[in-house]
């Protein structure tokens, strides 16, 4: 559960413009917290909670395994996908009916065009820091890494080099009632050096956001919600309900 930082200064007595100065941050950062679209990081938590007037203790967040976002690459599961792709081949080429060019054109799209595009990079998230496992941009040179000739690329990303991170909801526009393809939620992770990198939430982390998130201030990271998407979460509302109204 988040600490409502938010509720803490408005009950703490000073305006604003006081918490301001005696948090050293902008009178637009205090609004943020007061709205729930700001959290801060450990070391500015701990200056809030001292206009707390009940007692409140900073415990560090419980991580008993690795968040992952993303499928790790089983070599199992390649083949089992070439294999398919060798089917389809077949079935759309009439079984032999065809030219073998025609049944070889197929195939070799399939290996290189669709094969790759069902794979995607992956992560882990835990109290070290973020490591990405990355594949190329060549579709050759992917499909040699699903085949595990070639290694995946691999970076870790301490917290020291994180700056700070957007919560991020995207609705996605339907195409019918029967669609039910669910939105996008993201992490937009902006690192000191100004580079950014989008981590897609799987269905199933959602539920475990508001943890993550706080292993991120946790460990000195700033998090923005304009969306105000933690506070939905920790009140338990459905995401998909509150933005998209029209479908509740």
Same mark, same amino acid.
Request: proline content about 4%.
């Given at each position: ?7 803490? +200064? ?26 729930? !679209? ?10 809030? *909670?001292?206009?707390?007037? !009940? ?48 049944? +070889?054109?197929? +195939? ?23 490591? *990405? ?26 917290? !020291? ?26 992490? *937009? ?11 897609? +939430? ?16 946790? !460990? ?29």
């Amino acid at each position: 559960m988040l600490i409502d930082y938010g509720e803490i +200064l408005k009950t703490s007595g000073f305006s604003n413009q006081e918490l301001s100065n005696r948090l050293g941050i902008s009178i637009a950062k205090v609004e943020l917290i007061e709205n729930k !679209q700001f959290y801060p990081n450990e070391s500015l938590a701990q200056k809030i *909670i001292q206009f707390s007037k !009940q007692k409140v203790n900073l415990t560090p967040p419980v991580v008993a395994d690795d968040f992952q976002f993303g499928q790790p690459i089983k070599l199992r599961r390649v083949i089992f996908s070439i294999i398919f792709i060798i089917f389809v081949s077949f079935l759309f080429t009439g079984f032999g009916y065809q030219p073998f060019w025609v049944f +070889l054109l197929v +195939l070799l799209i399939g290996l290189f065009v669709t094969l790759p595009s069902c794979f995607n990079d992956y992560w882990l998230i835990n109290r070290d820091g973020l490591k *990405i496992n990355a594949f190329s941009s060549s579709s050759t040179t992917k499909l040699t890494q699903l085949l595990h000739i070639i290694p995946l690329t691999q970076r870790t990303i301490s917290y !020291q080099d994180i700056d700070h991170i957007n919560v991020i909801y995207r609705t996605r526009p339907r195409t019918g009632p029967f669609d039910i393809n669910p939105d996008i939620l993201q992490l *937009i992770c902006t690192l000191k050096n100004n580079q950014e990198l989008s981590i897609n +939430l799987n269905v199933s982390l959602e539920k475990n956001l508001l943890t993550l998130i706080r292993v991120f201030t946790y !460990q000195g990271v700033d998090v923005y919600d304009q969306q105000r998407v933690l506070l939905a979460l920790t009140k338990k509302e459905n995401l998909f309900q509150k933005f998209n109204p029209k479908f509740s």
